[in-house]
Structures are given as C-alpha cells and as structure tokens.
Nanobody, 115 residues
C-alpha cells in the first residue's frame, strides 16, 4: 500500500514560484508513472506534468517552460517546481502514482496565485 502526501501549496503573487512535494510512504523506484494533476473550481481534473520510471517527462502545453517535475529516489519524493506562476494556475494540485496497475492519489494541496 502506498500513501501520497502533497505539500508546498500556498498563496503567491503572479510571477512568483512554488515547489510542491509529493512524499510517498513506500519506495517509489518501481512506479510506472508519477504525475501531478490539478483541478480548479468548476473544472475537471487534468494532468499537469508526468514523469515515467525511465525519466521521461511530459507537460501540458500551458505549463511548458514554467513547470518542472523531478524525483528524489532516496527521499521517496516527487517535486513540481512551478515558476512564473499565473492566476490561471490557481487550483488544487494532486499527486498521482500508477504502480502495478493500481492508481494512488494524494489528497491535494491548494495553490492560489493572485494577480
């Protein structure tokens, strides 16, 4: 059983930066995919950034060049570095892991970007 706990959200002005962390309770070296999703009020949850076990990354077009997903295997943490934040980045950000055919989700962390 894997538990994911997000942290690092908060209130930031437009143009600022935040780094989100997703701490996994167990080892994450054998995951298939780890990614970050976000959900704004009235909108569906959507993928923001994906990291595969091989190290490949993928980003939704709206965050390319501004967000970076990375991992620290020793600490069992996946990060989302968010730079040049915009008000439209305001959302609850969720960590997700696909491992052995099972999807795991964290409870989310709120990011609010003021204009």
């Amino acid at each position: 059983q894997v538990q994911l706990v997000e942290s690092g959200g908060g209130l930031v002005q437009a143009g600022g930066s935040l780094r989100l962390s997703c701490a996994a309770s167990g080892s994450i070296f054998d995951f298939v995919i780890m990614d970050w999703y976000r959900q704004s009020p009235g909108k569906q949850r959507g993928m923001v950034a994906t990291l595969t076990r091989s190290g490949s990354t993928n980003y939704v077009d709206s965050v390319k060049g501004r967000f970076t997903i990375s991992r620290d295997n020793a600490k069992n943490i996946v990060y989302l570095q968010m730079n040049s934040l915009k008000p439209e980045d305001t959302a609850v950000y969720y960590c997700h892991m696909l491992r052995y055919g099972v999807n795991y989700w964290g409870k989310g962390t709120l990011v609010t970007v003021s204009s």
